[in-house]
């Protein structure tokens, strides 16, 4: 139980296109999820908090007219990349906070996507 | 399915126990990353690693990387409360392919 998917697993489109990441939580609901972004050999740096029904909350230096995120229900989150550029080429990876499990706390981690922006 | 298998899911162990994270994957690994998430803080890089064979440590905890390059497990040796949280393995799967585990929650019970 308690699995994260994310679609697409890969994706390349051509500069100025805006590209859709979803993020499912399969077997469990999902009142919050966190979207992150990985640089080359770099940690994971959180992008956005995303609460069910409510904007998104972005960290600090993240664009939010670029970073497009909706949580539309307990286990849907989408992160859209508007416009994009070679340089927002990364992986995106998402994780899920559980609901109703034994720890609230306890989150769950999408397999990731990587953009290609060519 | 997550091509990275991380287990166990979760882990409760008493403090001072020692303990170990697997990452296993079907592929052979170009690079292989392990982070950790404090409870409501971001993830934090604990080490990577590259080299079949390779081992690297910090502190009280000791990643290392198998041969083949498919496996790599973290080992924290007498845990603390303070390494309770989710570690994270994610996976340079070549090609410019990333994986990543789906965690593995830690509590130490004191």
């Known amino acids: 139980g308690a699995v994260v998917s994310q679609h697409p697993s890969w994706v390349i489109c051509k500069s100025g296109t805006s590209v859709k990441i979803e993020c499912r939580s399969l077997?469990?609901?999902?009142?919050?999820m966190f979207w992150y972004r990985q640089f080359p050999k770099q940690s994971l740096m959180l992008m956005a908090t995303s609460n069910e029904g409510s904007k998104a909350t972005y960290e600090q230096g993240v664009e939010k007219d670029k970073f497009l995120i909706n949580h539309a229900s307990l286990t849907l989150s989408t992160l859209t990349v508007t416009s994009a550029h070679p340089e927002d080429s990364s992986f995106y990876i998402c994780?899920?906070?559980?609901?109703?499990?034994?720890?609230?706390?306890?989150?769950?981690f999408g397999p990731g996507t990587r953009l290609t922006v060519l | 399915s997550q091509e990275l298998e991380q287990s166990p899911q979760s882990l409760i162990v008493q403090e001072g126990k020692n303990l170990t994270i697997n990452c296993t994957s079907s592929k052979t690994l170009y690079g292989l990353y392990w982070y950790k998430q404090k409870y409501g803080e971001g993830l934090i890089f604990l080490m990577m690693?590259?080299?079949?064979?390779e081992e690297k440590s910090h502190e009280k905890i000791t990643a290392k990387l198998d041969e083949k390059k498919q496996q790599s497990s973290l080992h924290i040796t007498a845990s603390q409360p303070s390494h309770a949280g989710i570690y994270l393995c994610g996976a340079d799967m070549g090609n410019n392919d990333m994986r990543f585990g789906a965690g593995t929650r830690l509590t130490v019970k004191p």
């Open positions: 077997d469990f609901q999902a009142t919050t």
């Open positions: 690693l590259q080299k079949g064979g």
């Open positions: 994780s899920a906070r559980a609901l109703g499990l034994a720890e609230d706390n306890e989150q769950f």
